[in-house]
């Protein structure tokens, strides 16, 4: 009888602990955002000039305003940024990285023009740094990215960076 009753608790317990866990996954929600951001950058003429335009990134936007402070996981599925809208020097170069919160995440050695003209899309695919962001966004701070080396060109450039963040989200709505 007493390895009857012994049973019997270890199996209501054990059904205890899983309900709570099943009970808990039905008040949290699931779902996708996109951050798209645009950076624009100002190169003045020169030769090598110190470059450095950031912006600040952070998680709120309308699918996660609702959510901010009862978020549980927040992830990148993708990150990746292109040059568009050039205007200025066609010889125009930067050598330097674009980086996240002074992080190299990706390094560049490129005439910008030719760059803007090939439509080269930049993917972000280093996880640890994915992760470090995404962990940043999941607090609520803000995310200094942007482009910082030198820059040569004889003629000042523009042009935008736009970036696209695609992150998966997890908040418990209760």
Not at 39 to 55: H, I
Not at 58 to 85: G, K, P, W
Not at 136 to 163: H, R, Y
């Amino acid at each position: 009888m007493k390895t009857l009753i012994k049973i019997f608790a270890v199996v209501l317990l054990f059904v205890s602990y899983t309900s709570c866990d099943e009970l808990d996954e039905l008040t949290e929600i699931d779902f996708d955002t996109t951050l798209n951001e645009q950076l624009n950058v100002t190169v003045p003429a020169g030769e090598g000039l110190m470059l450095n335009e950031t912006m600040l990134i952070n998680l709120i936007n309308s699918d996660t305003e609702d959510y901010l402070d009862v978020l549980q996981d927040v992830s990148i599925t993708s990150f990746s940024y292109q040059l568009l809208n050039f205007t200025g020097d066609v010889n125009g170069t930067i050598v330097g990285n674009f980086v996240a919160d002074g992080v190299q995440l990706l390094p560049h050695d490129m005439v910008v023009k030719q760059t803007v003209d090939a439509g080269t899309v930049f993917e972000v695919t280093n996880v640890s740094q994915l992760n470090a962001i995404a962990a940043d966004l999941k607090a609520g701070d803000d995310v200094l990215i942007g482009i910082v080396g030198e820059s040569s060109c004889e003629e000042a450039m523009n042009f935008t960076i736009a970036l696209t963040l695609d992150l998966e989200i997890t908040a418990d709505v209760l």
